[in-house]
Nanobody, 124 residues
């Protein structure tokens, strides 16, 4: 069983940066694609970014392209989300998710395990 623990959320002003981390336990991390999703109050959970098991393929939703970067360190069992040029509309709870497959997915129902989430608040 893989457990995911997110960290790095917080309060930041518009235009600022945050780096989220997701630490995974378990031996299957390096063979799992990983993703980040977010959920704002009153809205459905939405895809943000994903990365293949090797790190060679990455995927982003259009609203974060050029501002966010997903990466992973398989030696540390950790996936990261570097968020730059943050906007108030990026405010949400951010969730890390893992998929028992080598490629990432845009769809939350294709992920097998989830973290508890970390709050990101961007003030204007």
């Amino acid at each position: 069983q893989v457990q995911l623990v997110e960290s790095g959320g917080g309060l930041v002003q518009a235009g600022g940066s945050l780096r989220l981390s997701c630490a995974a336990s378990g031996r299957t991390f390096s063979s799992s694609a990983m993703g980040w999703f977010r959920q704002a109050p009153g809205k459905e959970r939405e895809f943000v970014a994903a990365i293949s098991w090797s790190g060679t393929s990455t995927y982003y939703t259009d609203s974060v392209k050029g501002r966010f970067t997903i990466s992973r360190d398989n030696a540390k069992n950790t996936v990261y989300l570097q968020m730059n040029s943050l906007k108030p509309e990026d405010t949400a709870v951010y969730y890390c998710a893992g998929r028992r497959y080598y490629l990432g997915s845009y769809y939350s129902n294709e992920y097998d395990y989830w973290g508890q989430g970390t709050q990101v608040t961007v003030s204007s």
